[in-house]
């Protein structure tokens, strides 16, 4: 059986910007892809800014190489939106298919 890689409707509806996600909504991402076992390739932050604009932050991405496991990548992901708990952060996750 192939798995699923497309996020729900009930989870992408949660999204910013198409695919960017608050902290809060960055933890139910993770969940639906350690509930699925799809390993995560990386994610990426951005600042909102006052004025409604967003910056991406080169200096705040994580990256994982080919062959991290699925359950340390999920992991890693939970612990690098732990580390970086601006409010004003966006997340955007990568994994396989999507």
Same mark, same amino acid.
């Given at each position: 059986m192939e798995q699923e890689?497309? #996020? =729900? %409707?009930e989870l992408a509806r949660l999204a910013e910007r198409g695919t960017w996600f608050s902290r809060e909504n960055t933890g139910h991402?993770?969940?639906?892809?350690e509930t699925h076992n799809l390993?995560?390739?990386?994610?990426?932050?951005?600042r909102k #800014? =006052? %004025?409604?604009?967003w910056m991406l932050l080169i200096d705040s991405?994580?990256?994982?190489?080919?062959?991290?496991?699925?359950?340390?990548?999920v992991q890693q992901g939970r612990e690098f939106i732990?580390?970086?708990?601006?409010?004003?952060?966006?997340?955007?996750?990568?994994?396989?298919?999507?």
């Open positions: 890689k497309a #996020l =729900p %409707d991402v993770l969940a639906w892809l390993p995560l390739d990386g994610i990426e932050a951005a #800014l =006052p %004025d409604g604009q991405m994580l990256d994982f190489n080919n062959d991290a496991d699925q359950a340390k990548s732990r580390d970086h708990s601006d409010a004003d952060l966006m997340f955007e996750l990568r994994w396989p298919g999507y």
